[in-house]
């Protein structure tokens, strides 16, 4: 219904299309599929004042974890900097799962070292696709930062992601993939605040798609390349590259855009986060010696 025209459709337009897609008459322009991991279908439950609640909720459960996890001299900055990210109250007050993807981000970035952090990353994994640009960057940074908890952080991020949608997935393998793949694969207006639709005027073309899709792929990728390539110390920056595909692709929603300044704050906090078996996790140069070790010579002879 909507395959010739090149602006998205107004309200009227797309509600004359549920209107005739509900009464029968196929329009073909309109997804009847669920598009979305199984988390958000089980979040819906709540019903909308429930998850308007959780939304905040979580965001303040969220920032109190990552900050009782820092280092004890920077949890004041810590918790100034989330408070300062006034763009995710973009995402409270309404319907949507995007603050609770959120809050499970801000968790899953700051603690990289065990299974709390993995689990949330796989439930975010597991309501929204939105988490996947930053999954394989964390998976890889968390490996690379070492520590007893490397491998306990991937187990529990894929546990969590199957527990959620495994039975929905077994119940029609070929279904479940085309559904969550859905709003990765499917032409799209572009819209937003990102580049895609500033560009283009909102207007769709080919052209377009092309370029902003590989625009995306590149920062997921540079993303993923620098987590595994870049010096340690530096490496936690590719989480940030590779969720800026959030705001390069067509549709760079708000609800996309408050993720971005939550997951760098948290990132950047994870570097300096306290080890779950006690002891403070510092950077790569700051276990280096400074000089010579005591009882030894300054230089060999």
Known sequence: MFGSDTHAPGQR????????????????????IFTYPAGTALLGVLGAHGLILLSALALLVAGAV?????????RRALALALGAQTGALAVIGVAHPDATVAALLIIACARRRGMAGGVALGL???????????????????W????RGRQRYGVAAVAAFAVLNLPFA??????WIKAVLAPLTQPT???GVGPAAGLTGGAYSVVALAVFSTLTVAAIASGIIWCARAPRSWAAAGVIIASLGLWIGMRSLGYYIALLGLVAVATVAGSQQVDPFGDPVRSAASVMPEGPMPGTRGALV
């Not at 209107?19 to 329009?27: N, R, S, V, Y």
């Not at 975010?124 to 960057?137: D, E, G, H, M, Y």
């Open 13 to 32: 337009a797309a509600a004359a299309a549920a209107a005739e897609t509900l009464a029968g008459h196929p329009t073909g322009g309109l997804v009847t």
């Open 66 to 74: 990552a900050v009782a996890g820092a280092d004890p001299r920077t």
């Open 124 to 142: 975010a994994c597991a309501i929204k696709q939105t988490a996947w640009f930053v999954a394989v960057p964390l998976l890889l940074l968390s």
């Open 144 to 147: 690379r930062e070492g520590g």
């Open 170 to 175: 077994l119940a029609s393998i070929p279904m």
């Open 189 to 191: 207006f572009p819209v």
